[in-house]
């Protein structure tokens, strides 16, 4: 199975243009308040203009009021939202767009063993390396031999970059892998270099997958 790319967290158009022409699937535009990737509404619209059709724009956001997802929704039309913080499976799917549920498994795997019951309606969920009720895109690495089977795509986040993702999909077989700080050479200044390395070795890795 092809691994999925998203590339999560970028600022600026030239990086939007420069993954899709990397090939990734989903392009991933922070709106949750306190991160260094933060946009506003206008300058989301100005980055999801520049994400063709068949790449997925997805909107991230942490505890955000639920007027502040719906504006960005009608302004954006993502295809997908993603939800880092508290949110319930009823807010979550409120919007009438698929969502991907972010479980933190930097306190261990016991919330992950019941995040499939709590959020029955989510399309996948993303396993990153933070602390329950810590943001994301710190790039925290987790123990990805602890994986649980939540009976959904797995998205794997958290430490990932170039020198260590082919390890961990050789290790998880995740459907889709996720970075944002790994390719970075400032908070949401993507690395063109990085970005083209992370790309290749997803692929070795899966090239190396056995039959």
């Known amino acids: 199975m092809r691994t999925r790319i998203k590339f999560c967290g970028l600022t600026r158009p030239g990086d939007v243009r420069l993954a899709v022409e990397l090939g990734v699937d989903a392009i991933g535009l922070v709106f949750a308040a306190g991160s260094p990737r933060c946009l506003t509404p206008d300058q989301g619209a100005s980055l999801r203009s520049a994400v063709p059709p068949l790449v997925d724009a997805v909107a991230l956001f942490m505890d955000n009021p639920g007027s502040e997802v719906e504006a960005v929704v009608r302004r954006l039309k993502p295809d997908l939202l993603q939800f880092h913080g508290s949110e319930s499976e009823a807010f979550c799917r409120s919007f009438g767009v698929p969502f991907i549920k972010t479980v933190a498994m930097g306190g261990g795997a016991s919330d992950a063993a019941t995040a499939r019951k709590r959020y029955p309606s989510a399309s996948a969920f993303l396993l990153d390396g933070h602390a329950p009720g810590q943001p994301g895109g710190r790039g925290e690495r987790f123990d990805w031999t602890q994986v649980p089977s939540l009976g959904r795509p797995l998205f794997l986040a958290g430490g990932l970059a170039p020198a260590n ?20 050479g400032a908070p949401g200044l993507k690395d063109g270099g990085r970005m083209q390395s992370f790309v290749d070795e997803v692929r070795r890795a899966d090239r190396s997958a056995p039959e």
């Open 165 to 184: 993702v082919a390890e961990a999909v050789r290790i998880v077989r995740p459907y889709a892998v996720d970075v944002s700080s790994g390719i970075e």
